[in-house]
């Protein structure tokens, strides 16, 4: 099936405009793979419709019109209900920041953080989008998917991360890291995704199957990855199972 090539650029170059917090069009020029003209033309286009805003530098910014694109949708009410009381009792155990995160065809969206915003050196709020294959949050979720569904999201992943023109990742490393998470009940990112940071995510399960994951993260300078296994894993674990027999109830 086509898609319209122009909607998706015109999308592009707004989530890029969020991410950032405002830019210029020579900022997005180096941000977006689009010629110059094609950006003006998008930048024009989401301004006169009323989500960008125009400051007096010159730099583009999202405006509030944006949040009535999400008005109708609600995140898991369940899941936060469960997840609420759990998570804070975790995050006043255990002062380092967590992210509560779910599913999205191509990402994982952060549904609630304990982190002040520029802890770590952290830019992350509710609804952002975290790659699936290079965080412990995703490789927690992806691990424990049936076999059927993992085997249909690597692909579609891998063949993502393709067009995005990432790297190449290698199918069978990728494999072997699913493998090991779900023997060892576990995911860990040990400065992969950020080089400043090692985490570790566990799956929230229900009925067996993942519905979200949860993790917690450290800057790398304060403990090396057996320490943060060794101190960190099982508080997840416990915490995550708790919101899955909550949910079950």
């Known amino acids: 099936m086509k ?29 977006v793979n689009m010629p110059k003209a094609t950006i003006i033309r998008m930048v024009k286009t989401l301004h006169q419709a009323g989500y960008v805003t125009r400051d007096p530098s010159g730099a583009y910014k999202v405006a509030a019109k944006v949040m009535s694109l999400s008005n109708r949708y609600d995140l898991d009410e369940d899941l936060m209900i469960a997840a609420g009381p759990v998570l804070a009792e975790l995050r006043r155990d255990i002062t380092w920041p967590s992210d509560l995160a779910s599913f999205d065809g191509d990402a994982m969206v952060i549904l609630d953080t304990g982190k002040d915003p520029g802890t770590l050196g952290l830019n992350r709020s509710r609804g952002s989008r975290l790659p699936v294959l290079t965080t412990s949050l995703g490789r927690a979720y992806l691990a424990f998917c049936e076999p059927a569904e993992q085997a249909e999201v690597l692909k579609h992943l891998l063949n993502f991360e393709a067009k995005q023109g990432n790297s190449k990742i290698a199918l069978n490393r990728i494999k072997r890291i699913l493998k090991e998470t779900r023997t060892n009940g576990y995911a860990a990112g040990d400065a992969e995704y950020l080089k400043s940071t090692r985490a570790v995510a566990v799956p929230i399960l229900v009925g067996g199957q993942p519905i979200a994951t949860v993790n917690l993260m450290v800057v ?18 416990l915490a995550a199972q708790q919101i899955g027999e909550a949910l079950s109830r």
């Open 220 to 237: 790398t300078t304060a403990m090396v990855m057996a320490e943060v296994e060794d101190k960190f894993v099982q508080p997840l674990q």
């Open 3 to 31: 898609t319209v090539n122009a909607l998706q650029r015109g999308l592009d170059v707004l989530k890029v405009i969020n991410e950032c917090g405002g830019c210029k069009i020579k900022d997005l020029q180096t941000l």
